[in-house]
């Protein structure tokens, strides 16, 4: 791979970010497992490379917190699309915000 081409892995992840539709998300371990290879540290190297062109802030970890460093810009987002959160956290509510990949959303 060199260092300006995603290949063809990269391609996969980040088509399946695109298509997270608004106000729900996927942890890194889902995509990776919608992928069919890699893990979620895979896919955690593929949006610190090249994460900045799509909806980066519908990826989190699986207890539903956003990128390190990332938090507020991602809290933001979160209130703009009516992401649902846990009662009192910062963390999003994985149970009623994961997205499966189906076509609904």
Do not use: F
Not at 7 to 20: G, K, N, Q, R, S
Not at 44 to 62: F, I
Not at 79 to 89: D, L, N
């Amino acid at each position: 791979m060199t260092d300006d081409v995603p290949d063809e892995y990269t391609e996969e992840v980040l088509a399946v970010v695109e298509a997270i539709p608004p106000g729900r998300v996927m942890s890194y371990g889902d995509i990776a497992e919608y992928v069919g290879r890699g893990g979620p540290r895979q896919v955690g190297s593929v949006m610190s490379r090249w994460g900045g062109g799509v909806p980066w802030w519908r990826v989190v970890r699986s207890d539903g917190r956003p990128a390190s460093g990332h938090e507020v810009r991602a809290r933001s987002h979160y209130a703009a699309e009516g992401t649902p959160m846990r009662s009192q956290s910062d963390r999003v509510d994985m149970t009623r915000a994961r997205w499966d990949g189906g076509s609904g959303a």
